[in-house]
């Protein structure tokens, strides 16, 4: 079991933790981790472990593991692994982090622009984008950019709560993604509130408030299908 540090706090750039298991690929699973793991649509962090003797190890990415409490830290290939037990600090790269904080928070408000179901998404660094179920119409790039950029600017705050497995099964239109589900198993989930805009359970690491997202821009509006239409944005940087 790895306990999330990310998941109460996502503004946390390090910590220290121990080696509890390196699995037979080289996976390095911690007590506990500051590393988001590939999941609903974000990338797992990358960054670094380092040991209490100085060296360093790269870690590629983090993804989930066998149990929903497991993350495991993938480190880029030919280094030194470290030993069960070994104390390290793990620090993730923080400027990509906060990058996919601030889109995945917008994320949100272009689900609130537009309230229709969501089909897929995926968060990067700078861009990201939502699928919509979505019958023929015409979406106006310049109007959702102006909508979001509204939300962005009144300094919404972004706040985090936790319901119920079946607090959740009575309200099942807080589920706004039609082919990903919250995780279940632990008994409860993760609710993120963007203050009079949005309520949905996520997972992801998200800013405090929408100021922290930037401008933005609708890149382009795409048809996937008869009734998919898929809006991408990036920062206007």
Known sequence: MTTPIFREDSYQKSCSAVVVEINDRGGIVLDQTVFYPTGGGQPGDKGILT??????????????????????????????????????????????????????????????????????????????????????ATLDKQEITAKLNQLINENRVVSSSWITD?????????????????????????????????????????????SEIGPVLVRKIEKKGRQNRRVSLIFDE
């Open 166 to 210: 079946e607090e959740l099964d009575a309200k099942p239109e807080m589920v706004k993604t039609m082919s990903v589900q919250p995780p279940r198993g632990s008994g409860k989930i993760r609710l993120i509130k963007v203050d009079g805009v949005d309520l949905q359970p996520c997972g992801g690491t998200h800013i405090k408030n929408t």
């Open 51 to 136: 040991l209490k003797d100085g060296s360093r190890l790269e870690i590629a990415t983090a993804i989930k593991g066998t149990t929903p409490d497991e993350i495991i830290h993938v480190p880029i290939e030919d280094q030194s692994l470290p030993s069960i037990g070994d104390q390290v600090t793990a620090e993730i790269d923080w400027q990509s982090r906060y990058r996919f904080m601030r889109m995945h928070s917008c994320l949100h408000l272009l689900s609130a622009v537009l309230p229709y179901p969501v089909t897929g998404g995926q968060v990067s660094d700078g861009k990201g984008r939502l699928d919509f179920d979505l019958p023929e």
